[in-house]
Nanobody, 129 residues
């Protein structure tokens, strides 16, 4: 079983930055693909970014491309999401997710909720205008 714990959320003004962290414990493996999703009030959970473990290839939603950067520290089984130039529409609960299947494909697969079987509890990000 993989246990994921997010941290780093908070409240910032538009244009500010935050860095989210997701620490993985339990049956962890550097071969797990990791991702961030977010869910705003009244909306469905949506993909933000993913990083493939096999080659560190990254994927981003169009809405965050150029502003957010995903990275990982294999030695500490931690994945990060650096969020810059934050906008009020980035306000949401951000969830970390892990895919232990060791299956690697393209954007459609790695951005799908169903590809991830392990989820954290989420961390709130609030961006005020």
């Amino acid at each position: 079983q993989v246990h994921l714990v997010e941290s780093g959320g908070g409240s910032v003004q538009a244009g500010g930055s935050l860095r989210l962290s997701c620490a993985a414990s339990g049956r962890t493996s550097s071969s797990y693909t990791m991702a961030w999703f977010r869910q705003a009030p009244g909306k469905e959970r949506e993909f933000v970014s993913a990083i493939r473990s096999i080659d560190s290839f990254t994927y981003y939603a169009d809405s965050v491309k150029g502003r957010f950067t995903i990275s990982k520290d294999n030695g500490k089984s931690t994945v990060f999401l650096q969020m810059n130039s934050l906008k009020p529409e980035d306000t949401a609960v951000y969830y970390c997710a892990a895919d232990s299947s060791r299956y690697y494909s393209g954007f459609a697969y790695h951005s799908a909720l169903g590809s991830y079987e392990h989820w954290g509890q989420g961390t709130q990000v609030t961006v005020s205008s």
